[in-house]
């Protein structure tokens, strides 16, 4: 498996569930079930050559729950094919852009067409990763420390996720629009300076992507804070999603229990869910 196709993976799995999408005993099929009610899943083969120049393939139905109208495993079956089609770029992943087309089409009764080439953006005010242009990357160093001292002129706007608990440890993820290294910089400061509770967590992780010159270039970093691999999934998630111009940052208040995998799912539930309210102005 390709080191994109298993990010891609990890980084699905995270946003959803650990159901969406899972291996079999073939390294190249898996099982991949829509959310969010996973009541159709089919089989996926990814060639060799994915996502550099050809898309995942269907090779069937793999099941379909109790309640499921006798032929509409198949007709999704069949909606899958057509979406895979109409979404991947060769050199770009497309699983998020498939679930989140699937989901469109599905809950609105628009089931058959390609996507318009104007529909860059979601049904939840995210730009999707297909419309993203990958221009040419440029990172720089980080800027010099910003005055002690904040205003309300100068705080930064937060959309802010609902916290997650699960064995003890508490998630809480944020978003906010930047557009530049020192404003990045200053956003995590005022962040530390000014949220006592954050202060004391036990992880901030976080993550950033930045256009510049009509998209000719960008910037883009993350941040473990002993969180390891935290950050980098979260830039996966940023980029998946599409979205530019912001930094999501995530909290963990670490509750004595070790989560294993499962702390990745939560890093990504929550960090999506910061990035899809600072989209619709929340």
């Known amino acids: 498996m390709s080191e994109d196709l298993d990010n891609e993976i990890e980084a699905i799995r995270a946003i959803y569930d650990e159901n969406t999408i899972r291996p079999t005993s073939n390294k190249t099929i898996y099982i991949f079930s829509i959310p969010p009610q ?69 809950s609105s009764g628009r089931e058959d067409g390609p996507t318009s080439p104007a529909d860059d953006v979601d049904d939840e005010g995210v730009a999707t990763a297909a419309a993203a242009a990958e221009p040419t990357i440029s990172m720089t160093a980080p800027p010099p420390p910003p005055p002690p001292s904040f205003s309300p002129s100068n705080s930064p706007k937060w959309s802010t996720s609902p916290p997650l608990t699960t064995l003890k440890s508490t998630f809480l993820a944020r978003a906010t629009a930047v557009h530049s290294p020192a404003a990045v910089h200053h956003a995590l400061a005022h962040l530390h300076a000014t949220d006592k509770k954050t202060a004391k967590a036990t992880h901030v992780m976080s993550a950033y992507r930045i256009r510049h010159d009509g998209a000719t270039t960008y910037e883009e970093d993350c941040e473990d804070d002993g969180e390891a691999g935290a950050g980098g999934r979260l830039l996966q998630l940023l980029r998946l999603m599409g979205v530019w111009d912001v930094l999501v940052v995530v909290v963990r208040w670490y509750g004595g229990v070790k989560l294993g995998s499962e702390r990745f799912r939560c890093v990504g539930q929550v960090a999506r869910e910061a990035v899809v309210r600072l989209r619709e102005g929340g």
Not at 55 to 68: A, F, K, L
Not at 77 to 89: A, P
């Open 38 to 106: 996973h009541d159709v899943s089919v089989r996926l083969h990814f060639p060799t050559t994915y996502p550099a120049d050809d898309p995942p393939q269907t090779r069937g139905v793999e099941s379909t729950g109790p309640n499921t109208a006798k032929g509409y495993g198949s007709h999704v079956l069949g909606l899958v094919d057509q979406v895979l089609e109409s979404v991947f770029e060769p050199g770009t992943v497309c699983l998020f852009d498939v679930v989140q087309e699937l989901q469109s089409r599905l």
